[in-house]
């Protein structure tokens, strides 16, 4: 049974948290969508795509922001409590600060259910239909790779040039010089072009042009004109659709039941598989750790109208590490499987440190009156 006064932090620490996730998502998704959105719309694709592809990113994006955002929403509200000695008050009339932690662990719990429904379910799912999505847009090579009016590098001595592209997509003013045989470069010259995609390989079919090759060695250039030449361009830096190999597009479900089937397939590895499951597992521990952190960090401090910066230092300092040794048993994990617990110990470190920090808080330690007694059995 909720309290009125777990009821009343609890909803203050929900619009918090909604707040600061509006805002960093807002920020995070412009910042990741202003490339994409040149990109496709220089490609020809209409806003729609680009509509398209930013939703299917929105899971990614949200775990990613939504532990900050449950960190900043329990700082802010227990730093704001405390100095309208909110806080102070119940802890006067014989509150504990485990008692006084109770809606913070409502909250922790309510977001660690919303992170691990994003981070088991719906981020691999939104990935799977994105790659899929992806792979149609990477066969309509007009819109991944040209662009009219630029020199495009493709890879390594190859240079690409369309003057322009017509909206049923023929290619105009044609240029392709392969230089990528030492002592042999060839040359591509046609009016315009038309590609097509067959066995998965993507071919231009130029018209009305001039095909120029140098032999270095004798210094003899020859040069032949065609009526129609087919030039299989799939080659110039891989352009035909990759398959689907990201580990992380995989459902939580194959990579708990069907580890031996994906180890199989040579794909993956044993290390790779349990790395992969338990770093989704890790981020439900991360919001119960960073709301219980923030929380506990500012209840050791004493009351302040000016606020608890060093404690809300602390907490933040607490949180970079534990995301940091979080990173840092990635490696490990993946060359042995067997220590995939490892990922789970930075967690488990946070919550024992919040524990800390609300034992200090219920005793504080009073270091004058420890001196004085210190000094007197001297």
């Not at 730093?79 to 909110?86: A, C, G, I, K």
């Amino acid at each position: 049974m909720i309290s009125r006064y777990d009821g009343y932090v609890l909803r203050q620490l929900i619009t918090m948290w909604s707040f600061f996730t509006l805002i960093l998502a807002g920020v995070f998704w412009i910042s990741r969508s202003i490339g994409l959105f040149s990109t496709l719309l220089g490609g020809g694709h209409s806003p729609w795509v680009f509509f398209e592809l930013t939703a299917l990113t929105l899971p990614t994006l949200l775990r990613t922001v939504m532990p900050i955002a449950i960190f900043a929403a329990v700082v802010y509200v227990t730093n704001r409590l405390r100095r309208e000695s909110e806080l102070v008050v119940m802890q006067a009339i014989g509150s504990s600060p485990f008692r006084l932690a109770r809606p913070v662990l409502w909250f922790a719990a309510l977001a660690a259910v919303m992170v691990g429904t994003l981070t088991l379910v719906l981020r691999p799912a939104s990935l799977e239909v994105f790659e899929a999505r992806e792979a149609e847009l990477e066969q309509d090579l007009a819109a991944k790779l040209l662009k009219e009016g630029t020199f495009l590098h493709p890879m390594d001595g190859v240079v690409v040039y369309f003057g322009q592209i017509d909206p049923n997509g023929t290619l105009r003013d044609v240029y392709i010089s392969d230089q990528r045989k030492t002592g042999d470069s060839l040359t591509y010259t046609a009016s315009q072009a038309y590609l097509v995609q067959e066995n998965g390989a993507v071919y231009s079919v130029l018209v009305d042009g001039m095909a120029l090759q140098f032999d270095p060695t004798t210094e003899h250039l020859s040069a032949t004109w065609f009526d129609d030449l087919t030039v299989d361009i799939s080659r110039y830096g891989g352009l035909t659709a990759p398959e689907q190999s990201n580990i992380r597009a995989l459902s939580t479900r194959r990579l708990i039941s069907d580890q031996d089937d994906l180890i199989a397939e040579g794909r993956y590895g044993k290390g790779d598989l349990v790395e992969e499951l338990n770093e989704r597992l890790s981020w439900i521990g991360v919001c119960i750790a960073v709301a219980l952190v923030g929380y506990s960090a500012l209840m050791t401090g004493v009351h302040s109208r000016f606020g608890l910066w060093t404690q809300i230092g602390i907490a933040f300092v607490i949180l970079i590490l534990v995301e940091a040794a979080r990173g840092g048993v990635s490696g490990l994990v993946q060359q042995n499987p067997q220590l995939w617990w490892v990922y789970h110990v930075p967690m488990l470190v946070g919550c024992l440190l919040a524990l800390v920090f609300l034992a200090i808080a219920g005793r504080p330690i009073r270091i004058g009156g420890w001196l004085r007694r210190a000094k007197d059995q001297s």
